[in-house]
């Protein structure tokens, strides 16, 4: 007979992997006691500041821990569709009645408290997934499986686009870790690597260059896969020549056409006897290929578009700045400019606590939230830097591993939703402020200040937990690592 331990599950609790989590909220909340610090006002605790806040929220977090812990795992399987309902409810009533903070109109206030439902409706869309997942005839690799997965992903990213945070909605695209791990596609992935590849490209090369690019980029996919160099020599040649000569009759004729539109023309007559062929040989993957530098065509052609009239000008901006095509160290690349400053400024062992010039001295906005990890490569240095990054790494590293010894479609799935997040979020936020990614405004988990983040985190984590503890029980021959 089981004792109450064991039917709850606090024997086989992953402690360890708790450890890590506690450790990283410690870290940082000293963080963001060293980004508000004021020697003027630092005599006593203080609820108002922000570190009292973060403080109160860790509070709150540990007691919504503590009760998802001793919640039966049961019911997140059977509340999974009626949370991800609710939070899509409160989605929209915050675009209604929600508050506009830095453009985007996602926040909800209640009372003294400012709450952002984005961040739960992770939670929600988390556990969503992972019901619809473990249904009995789930799979990637049928239209029923990718069709719903797909709408539980683009519903909530529609409404967070319509409140205007695009740092939010690309949040969700941490859910390819668990779509790989659940048999996705490989194509979906290299087709997202192509589009930020050409996106990328539209702004470095020239659009001829980048057409070329793409056609030998394709002729060497088809040979890999086909092995037939001969037919490929053909395709390619015949490009070249024909452009050349649709060029040369262009020029003679006194039509305004650019050899870009010329061999813009050949590529699309020369892929007719291509499929043809492919069409006789039955060579499926060409017929890929060349829906795939159709569709990069086109996507090509809305680059401008996208850049210039969906993106705002501050992201832009920063997109350029990314890229080295403009620089504007006191305006759009101030932010950017000044975290490396400080992150270089700590060396390898850092300033020492509260010793941050930069930090002190208020040069980094918004450097208790997006910011966050310039407190620590200043006051830390490399060897702080390079320790907080292996707990976050580890962390990851042990919920995927949750996810894998999990016996049920249901807590996998969930597992490796929330090591997505938590890996997507880790790496945009470092990797925004030494200047490897846009500034798109998402925290870093445990260490931006905000109750709603930290809540949040706090939720996707303990809900694995339990989840994990319970499959402990069913399976007698788990050891915790």
């Known amino acids: 007979m089981k004792s109450a331990n064991d039917k709850l599950g606090w024997a086989r609790i992953d402690w360890k992997t708790i450890l890590i989590f506690v450790l990283l909220v410690f870290i940082g909340w000293l963080n963001i006691y060293a980004a508000v610090y004021n020697e003027a006002t630092a005599a006593g605790f203080q609820l108002s500041s922000k570190y009292g806040m973060q403080l109160l929220w860790i509070g709150i977090s540990t007691v919504v821990a503590i009760v998802i812990l001793l919640i039966d795992d049961i019911y997140y399987h059977l509340l999974a569709y009626p949370a991800y309902v609710l939070m899509l409810c409160v989605l929209v009533l915050t675009l209604v009645i929600g508050k506009e903070v830095n453009g985007a109109k996602a926040w909800l206030v209640l009372g003294p408290v400012s709450i952002q ?13 992972a019901r619809f997942a473990s249904e009995y005839d789930f799979s990637l690799s049928k239209p029923k499986g990718l069709i719903g997965t797909g ?92 452009s050349l000569v649709i060029y040369a009759v262009s020029w003679l004729a006194g039509w305004e056409l650019t050899y870009y539109g010329a061999l813009l023309i050949s590529s699309f007559v020369m892929l007719v006897p291509a499929l043809t062929y492919a069409y006789r040989r039955k060579l499926s993957t060409i017929y890929l290929f060349g829906v795939m530098f159709i569709c990069s065509v086109v996507f090509l052609g809305a680059v401008d578009y996208v850049f210039n009239d969906v993106l705002q000008i ?22 950017v400019h000044q975290s490396k400053i400080a992150i270089g400024s700590g060396g390898f062992l850092g300033k020492g606590f509260l010793e941050g010039t930069q930090t002190k001295y208020d040069f980094i906005p918004e450097q208790s939230t997006d910011f966050i990890f310039c407190t620590v490569g200043e006051e830390w240095g490399f060897v702080g ?29 969930y597992c490796y939703g929330v090591a997505g997040i938590f890996l997507f979020h880790t790496i945009i936020n470092i990797g925004m402020t030494i200047g490897l990614m846009p500034v798109i405004g998402i925290p870093l988990p445990m260490f931006s200040y905000g109750g709603s983040s930290l809540l949040a985190f706090t939720v996707l984590f303990f809900i694995a937990v339990r989840l994990d503890s319970q499959n402990s029980i069913i399976d007698s021959t788990y050891k915790p690592y």
């Open 117 to 129: 439902p984005a961040e739960f409706m992770k939670v929600a869309t988390a556990l969503a997934l």
């Open 385 to 413: 830097s390079l320790v907080v990054l292996t707990l976050f790494a580890t962390l990851i590293i042990r919920l995927m591993k949750m996810g894998e010894r999990q016996q049920e479609p249901f807590r996998r799935v």
């Open 314 to 335: 501050h992201q832009q901006k920063r997109i350029l700045d990314l890229l080295g095509l403009e620089s504007d160290l006191k305006g759009w690349g101030y932010n």
């Open 151 to 242: 709408l539980l992903l683009l519903i909530p990213i529609a409404i967070i686009l319509l409140q205007n945070d695009m740092g939010s909605a690309l949040v969700y695209c941490s859910f390819f870790l668990m779509l790989f791990r659940e048999g996705l596609n490989p194509w979906v992935y290299y087709a997202i690597f192509l589009v930020v590849g050409l996106f990328v490209g539209s702004f470095i090369l020239s659009p001829v260059a980048l057409l070329v690019l793409l056609l030998l980029l394709f002729v060497a996919s088809q040979l890999i896969s086909n092995h037939n160099l001969r037919e490929s020599t053909i395709f390619i040649a015949g490009v070249g020549l024909l």
